[in-house]
């Protein structure tokens, strides 16, 4: 592309020029005062190319090296679309990378606003500063070349040239610092703006029934209007540099003719062409400060990119080790420890589940029961101690493949802004196969009836956060989706809360089916779901207390026995 750019450039220099000898030749040669080295050049290369020097000849020159300019023009053009769409895939794509790696210990403290302006809108605005720092080096390409053949043409209009520059340039460095400044602040706006965007969006219902979402408008209003006004400034500050642009190029040609005529005393064609080219190329070099002052306003989410970028890698938890995971025959936790800041939460805990067991762990809320659950499916890392699948060592095996045998229902349901059929199959393809066991597993979570009665059938669209069906719904929806996944390790962390009892009975149902066929392992507060489990932790402020059997444990602890009894077991 600089390339393309630089020989675009000489021709435009070199067809320019061409007018000094062109108005030379018409004029007789003798009516130039000064230099003749342009015509001299001229001559030796029409004589090179058996032509006569004449103006005829010259303008076809001046017509063929300014078509010889437009296909590289077009070349340019070209490269410069190909080197800004590669810069930002490249930004984009790692971004996408980025967020898919970022563990999920970090997510959950991560600020959100930055993370989607990042991920969406700045991505676009990096592109647009991309775009302004190649017109920059472009313009700033093209006044260079003006230079060389100014030196080589002219000494005295090169050095008006670099004195124009110097001027202009002592102007808008005032600018560029307070654009830059304005834009750094813009970025934090942004990224505020996105954060409460996202609150407002996912706390909606309760936004709106209480009545708070005026607080939240008031806040969103807030920031937006600050935003304005400091896009405004942005523009102000344009503005300003733009309307300066004439003033200045016009009162520094008239200080040149003046120069020119009463001190140099030259002929006017001669000045005419000296302005003509001055004047162009104070137009490339105000271009170049006018790229570079919508660059540096973008420079806050450059800086933001650039600082994500880093801060994705560094917290990247990428899918390490091995492939090759075919069966989870064993997982086994070994004086294991996690602590949150300087709380421990979880204490030496020693865990072992082997294949197509039935295990649950009750305890007291705040016990530390999802933090475990979350040590065995991955998510959460762990500080001292060991996890162990199948007898090695969980930080060697790819977690990829592990993850990919691991079914989760959480307390929330996932519902993806999809029809039914998606949402239970992730977007399977609709062959016979897969509609068939959409249907076995929608019979199986009791959801195959409610389907039917849609309107539109497995089709029908759930909508935002799945906001058009019941908590009910959505969650048997969620064991659905897991069901058919053919997983090995089903985890329910509370997975039936939000179903009424003969529902969650009608799943028990069938969750009971499944074992001896996979391990599940379960968390649950309703002692009643968990008591046919082949094995039941009991946890207490971190520690793991006991395990065994329903009845076992009801022997063995006080707090479990009068959990059962409280809730008639
Ligand atoms: N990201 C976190 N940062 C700091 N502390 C955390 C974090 N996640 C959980 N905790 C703390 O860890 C402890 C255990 O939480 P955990 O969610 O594992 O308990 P639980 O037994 O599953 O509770 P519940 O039955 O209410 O869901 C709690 O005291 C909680 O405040």
Not at 426 to 433: G, I, L, N, S, V
Request: include cysteine; proline fraction near 1%; glycine fraction near 6%.
């Amino acid at each position: 592309m600089l390339f393309c750019n630089f020989i675009m450039a000489l021709l435009d220099g070199v067809g320019l020029t061409m007018f000094v000898p062109l108005i030379q030749v018409a004029d007789g040669v003798n009516s130039v005062k000064g230099d003749n080295k342009l015509i001299h050049i001229v001559s030796v290369f029409f004589k090179f190319i058996h032509l006569e020097v004449n103006v005829i000849n010259m303008l076809v020159l001046i017509i063929i090296i300014f078509l010889l300019k437009a296909v590289f023009f077009y070349f340019t053009q070209f490269f410069q679309t190909l080197t800004l769409q590669s810069f930002v895939k490249k930004i984009r794509v790692d971004l996408i990378f980025g967020l898919r790696d970022l563990s999920y210990k970090e997510f959950i403290s991560t600020d959100i606003g930055r993370l989607q302006s990042s991920l969406i809108g700045e991505s676009s605005q990096m592109a647009q500063a991309c775009a302004q720092y190649i017109e920059s080096i472009k313009s700033g390409m093209v006044v260079f070349i003006y230079l060389c053949m100014a030196f080589f043409i002219d000494w005295k209009f090169s050095i008006l040239i670099l004195v124009g520059g110097f001027l202009t340039n002592q102007i808008y460095n005032r600018f560029y610092v307070k654009t830059k400044k304005l834009s750094r602040e813009l970025n934090k706006n942004n990224h505020q703006y996105g954060g409460i965007v996202i609150e407002n969006v996912n706390n909606f219902k309760y936004l709106k029934a209480t009545g708070r979402n005026i607080f939240f408008t008031d806040r969103m209003l807030n920031i937006l209007y600050q935003m304005i006004d400091k896009n405004i400034l942005v523009g102000r500050l344009q503005a300003r540099l733009s309307a300066m642009r004439e003033p200045i190029m016009i009162t520094l040609v008239c200080v040149i003719i003046g120069f020119q005529v009463t001190v140099v005393g030259v002929a006017l064609s001669s000045i005419m062409i000296i302005l003509m080219l001055f004047y162009r190329a104070m137009a490339y070099l105000m271009s170049m400060q006018g790229s570079w002052n919508n660059y540096l306003a973008t420079t806050g989410s450059i800086e933001n990119i650039k600082d994500y970028q880093i801060y994705l890698k560094k917290n990247a938890e990428p899918e390490i080790g091995k492939s090759g995971l075919t069966e989870i025959n064993k997982i086994e936790l070994k004086n294991l420890s996690v602590s949150f800041g300087d709380r421990k939460i979880l204490n030496d805990i020693n865990v072992e589940i082997v294949k197509n067991q039935s295990v649950a762990l009750v305890g007291e809320s705040g016990s530390g029961k999802s933090t475990l659950v979350n040590i065995l499916s991955g998510l959460l890392k762990y500080d001292t101690g060991q996890y162990l699948v199948n007898g090695i060592d969980f930080t060697t095996i790819n977690r990829f493949d592990f993850k990919n045998k691991i079914g989760y229902i959480s307390q929330e349901p996932t519902i993806f802004n999809a029809d039914i059929f998606d949402n239970i199959t992730f977007w399977a393809d609709r062959t016979e196969e897969n509609i068939n066991k959409f249907f076995h597993v929608a019979k199986l979570c009791s959801i195959y009836d409610f389907i039917n009665n849609l309107p539109n059938g497995y089709n029908e669209l759930l909508g935002y956060n799945g906001m058009n069906i019941s908590g009910g719904q959505k969650q048997r929806i969620s064991i659905a989706r897991e069901l058919f996944r053919d997983v090995q390790i089903l985890i329910m962390d509370e997975a039936t809360s939000a179903l009424d009892s003969e529902t969650e009975a009608e799943i028990k149902q069938s969750i009971d089916s499944l074992k001896g066929k996979i391990t599940i392992i379960s968390i649950a507060h309703r002692l009643s779901t968990i008591r046919e489990a082949d094995k039941i932790f009991l946890m207490n402020n971190g520690d793991l207390e006991i395990s065994g059997n329903f009845d076992e444990l009801k022997s063995k602890s006080d707090y479990f026995r009068r959990m059962a009894q409280l809730q008639g077991l």
